[in-house]
């Protein structure tokens, strides 16, 4: 509605069709296709919700055609225009590129992301930003915040097949530290607590009886012999 108080009814139509076929080509990744709609917007009739939306599309563009930088830059642009759901979609492909070039910092991104994913909820977007932000969660060995957020995922996004590979890797972060050494560099009652949280992520059969064991062999090297027993129980 605020958009066609600035424009005639027929022009934001025209636009709004424009850059929706530019997303449609870029999902597919027709480059090509994407250029072509977006050539024929007049920028300078567009209004601020739609200029981010070009920014974004351009970034995303550029980004395909393999220009980072040019694309960090539109990015930006957007993010720092602060319309969403345009800033949350530039936050969260900024963060993919960054990773995907090696330059990305795990503490600093896992900190934006998260802020983002609370301002941000209830489509395909959040469901991808909380599945990247438990990703880098697990390579910073921030595990309790991984799982955390791999948990909340899974309630809020139950179909998306996106999240069902996230839980699968829980699982195995989760199999990872009970079966392989991980959970050593852990102290003794982080480890305990992260498993009692998380004990659901337990593999069945003799994968998780081996990891229990584990957990409580740790246990009673350390005095901690009703704790073990219990678990063990």
């Known amino acids: 509605t605020s958009a066609r108080t600035v424009q005639p009814t027929a022009q934001w139509v025209q636009i709004d069709f424009l850059l929706s076929g530019a997303r449609a080509a870029l999902e597919t990744r027709d480059a090509e296709m994407a250029l072509r709609y977006l050539t ?7 209004e601020p919700t739609q200029v981010s939306m070009y920014q974004l599309l351009q970034g ?37 590129l960054l990773d995907k070039e090696g330059r990305l910092d795990l503490d600093k991104a896992t900190e934006t992301l998260s802020a983002e994913t609370l301002l ?37 996004h139950a179909d998306n097949p996106a999240i069902n590979g996230l839980l699968n890797q829980a699982q195995a972060v989760f199999a990872d530290l009970y079966l ?27 994968r998780g ?19 073990a027993g219990d678990l063990l129980e």
């Open 40 to 46: 024929e917007v007049e920028f300078a009739r567009l």
């Open 60 to 96: 995303r563009l550029a980004e395909l055609e393999g220009h980072s930088d040019e694309a960090l830059d539109s990015y930006g642009q957007v993010i720092a225009a602060d319309i969403r759901p345009t800033r949350a979609e530039a936050v969260y492909r900024t963060l993919l």
């Open 120 to 156: 941000w909820r209830g489509d395909r977007l959040e469901a991808d930003m909380q599945k990247l932000l438990a990703e880098l969660y697990f390579r910073n060995k921030e595990y309790r915040n991984g799982f955390e957020t791999a948990k909340q995922a899974a309630s809020h």
């Open 180 to 206: 392989n050494g991980r959970a050593d560099e852990l102290p003794d009652v982080e480890a305990l607590t992260l498993y009692y949280d998380f004990r659901q992520l337990t593999p069945p059969g003799q």
């Open 209 to 227: 009886d081996e990891m229990i064991r584990n957990l409580a062999r740790r246990l009673v090297e350390v005095d901690l012999l009703t704790q």
